[in-house]
């Protein structure tokens, strides 16, 4: 069992880290030119330079282009109307049609301003061009913004997610491993021999929740060196204020856990619970939607997730560098998190029915 | 220091498990509660050992009152539920220094008193208990019900399941035990077994029937019983079940256990009747009552 409990969920690092991600590459692009002028023609080579987008073929007409798109060979289709060149350069003015697929709404979000921002580099050569004709003397007045990405400078989204998915091993492990257990020495009959001796229920909760800890931590430990050694992750922050986050933070996961099983009667029955709970804390915890996005609800629920604080400091930590002063807010609430929790499955934990 | 139970009653939802059942269990008495299964045998256990709380009544085990003393009783009792419930993955020692520790004891203190038992699997102690044998289960559990030295030992149903040899050496090691003044409760639905008690409680569907001597409820037996025997037991049956005058008609091993309605019975009559339903080598003979004998006339 201990084996399946290290190599499984730290498998599911390396492949989740390597392959959630939100980047959009390889996009399939294709155009329809009715133009074939020396314009478009340098339009579609600038889409053709940028790694982004592999510009697959140009159809002869809009019917194919949709066609194909229906079919999911394109993503993109970029046309090109007639008499663009000579619109451009008369009224310097033209319009091009893009078509996107939308299924999945946020990869076509990205798509957008990808090609967006090819059009508009674009169109800073024609316009010096055009001016340079028309009128040199006139200094095109233009602002530009140039972003600054702090903590992530190169926006790799593997020092994003690392943190995030070693949150919810370390989240899933420990949950299911507690919410089992108690159940199952109901359904095996132990319980019942537990139960007529004098142990206290204090005594045995934290019996019970103690190898988890150290399983928990175990996780994390090596969950870190994994993130360290693979993915090159930075850990700017203190090692030792992640683990004493994580020492309480696991507290209330188990808490949780054996609350679970103190209510069950069967492994299925807690098994889904526990899946249940999970579910709804990872999809809510800021891991993979930004928390800030949802609406005012989702939002205050968000305040019952332990998950959302793990990530929280976890990020803010290992990235941030974020000291004791900065995560205490997260760290007070998970501290009244568990006493709560663990509170509940000592009192849940009846030994008489 | 023995126990005892008045008026106990405890429902699950409909089903009545027990109903206002009352009896005594005297200090250093071995007290057996036999009756078939679904008897509310477990439903009592259970109760006593304070897992389960009565509806009506009360009880004590030890002189602690199962509601307000439950703690103390939970010190001075053993309970061997009916189901193997030891740690399976846990080696047969480390399994009896668990329960020792949770008891705040060691094995050498109270070694003695499992000395008989434990030493039987001794050589074994390494194994696992999930890989052990049905009696050496049974050997197990009983020593983990003794390591703390208990005033009580409940015993649900400990020789079911469990080898004749196996089970004739369980009882002589209760025997033994009860030399050592520990209150003894054991259930169990073999007949043959209650004889070995100093005193049978009959319970069925939560009622208790008659509480006695093994003796004294044989020797209340209010009919004759006759064997009988012939050479095709199923028509044998059959046809003393037909008989008009027949009181009660059970298969006991080789024989039908036979009694009569009339008080001046002659058997030569009924092998008449037997003859003449086709049946030869006919054989009737007067025998003992039994507990089985017994329960069967009380349940009826």
């Known amino acids: 069992m201990l084996p399946i409990i290290f190599v499984l969920p730290l498998l599911q690092l390396v492949i989740l880290s390597n392959a959630a991600t939100f980047e959009v590459k390889n996009i399939k692009f294709a155009y329809i030119d009715h133009d074939h002028s020396s314009s478009s023609r340098a339009l579609i080579e600038k889409f053709e330079a940028s790694t982004y987008f592999n510009v697959l073929t140009d159809f002869p007409s809009e019917t194919q282009a949709s066609s194909a798109m229906l079919k999911g060979e394109v993503d993109v289709v970029l046309e090109i109307p007639s008499h663009f060149e000579r619109n451009l350069q008369k009224e310097k003015n033209a319009n091009l049609g893009i078509t996107i697929n939308a299924i999945d709404g946020a990869a076509a979000g990205v798509e957008n301003v990808y090609v967006s921002q090819i059009i508009q580099s674009y169109n800073k050569h024609i316009k010096t061009d055009l001016m340079q004709r028309l009128d040199a003397q006139i200094q095109p007045v233009n602002i530009a913004s140039i972003p600054l990405f702090w903590y992530n400078e190169t926006l790799n989204y593997k020092t994003y997610m690392v943190p995030g998915i070693l949150v919810l091993l370390v989240t899933m492990i420990t949950l299911f491993l507690s919410g089992m257990n108690i159940v199952r020495e109901k359904e095996i009959g132990t319980l019942e021999q537990i139960n007529v001796t004098p142990i206290k229920k204090s005594q045995f909760i934290i019996g019970k929740l103690f190898p988890f800890w150290v399983i928990g931590m175990g996780l994390l430990t090596i969950g870190l060196i994994l993130a360290r050694l693979i993915f090159d992750v930075p850990m700017i922050g203190s090692l030792f204020l992640m683990y004493f986050y994580t020492s309480i933070y696991i507290l209330v996961i188990l808490g949780m856990g054996l609350f679970i099983s103190n209510f069950t009667d069967t492994q299925q029955q807690a098994m889904f619970i526990a899946w249940f709970f999970t579910v709804i804390f990872i999809l809510m915890s800021g891991l993979f939607t930004p928390i800030e996005s949802m609406p005012e609800w989702a939002q205050t629920l968000t305040e019952f997730n332990p998950i959302k604080y793990f990530v929280e400091v976890m990020r803010m930590v290992m990235l941030k560098g974020s000291g004791l002063m900065d995560i205490l807010p997260q760290l007070i609430k998970t501290l009244v998190y568990a006493l709560i929790m663990n509170g509940l499955a000592v009192w849940s934990y009846k030994k008489a029915s | ?300």
């Open chain 2, 1 to 300: 220091m023995g126990i005892t139970v008045s008026n106990i009653s405890k429902s699950y939802k409909d089903v009545k498990a027990l109903q206002k059942i009352s009896f005594e269990v005297k200090p250093n008495e071995l007290f057996g509660l036999i009756g078939p299964d679904g008897a509310g045998k477990t439903t009592l256990f259970r109760i006593l050992t304070t897992l389960l709380i009565a509806n009506e009544g009360h009880a004590t085990v030890a002189g602690f009152d199962v509601l307000d003393d439950f703690k103390e009783i939970r010190k001075h009792v053993g309970y061997m539920p009916g189901k193997f419930s030891l740690y399976q993955d846990l080696t047969i020692e480390e399994n009896l220094e668990f329960f020792a520790t949770i008891f705040g004891t060691t094995i050498e203190e109270n070694y003695e008193l499992i000395k008989d038992i434990y030493v039987q699997i001794e050589p074994f102690k390494d194994r696992r208990a999930g890989k052990l044998s049905g009696g050496m289960k049974q050997k197990l559990a009983l020593s983990c019900a003794l390591i703390h030295k208990p005033k009580v030992l409940f015993l649900d149903e400990p020789t079911t399941g469990v080898d004749p040899v196996s089970r004739k050496e369980f009882w002589e090691m209760l025997k033994r035990l009860q030399q050592k003044g520990i209150t003894i409760l054991v259930s169990t639905p073999y007949m043959d077994e209650a004889a070995l008690c100093d005193r049978i409680a009959l319970i069925q569907d939560g009622e208790i029937l008659q509480i006695d001597s093994p003796e004294n409820i044989v020797k209340q037996y209010p009919k004759t019983i006759y064997d009988v025997s012939a050479n095709n037991m199923y028509q044998l049956i059959n046809s003393l079940k037909a008989y008009q005058h027949q009181h009660s008609v059970y298969p006991f091993g080789e024989f039908v256990h036979y009694t009569d309605k009339r008080t001046d019975f002659n058997p030569k009559d009924l092998k008449q009747y037997l003859e003449a339903q086709q049946l030869s080598n006919i054989r009737i003979e007067k025998t003992q009552a039994t507990i089985e004998d017994s329960f069967m006339e009380l349940a009826k």
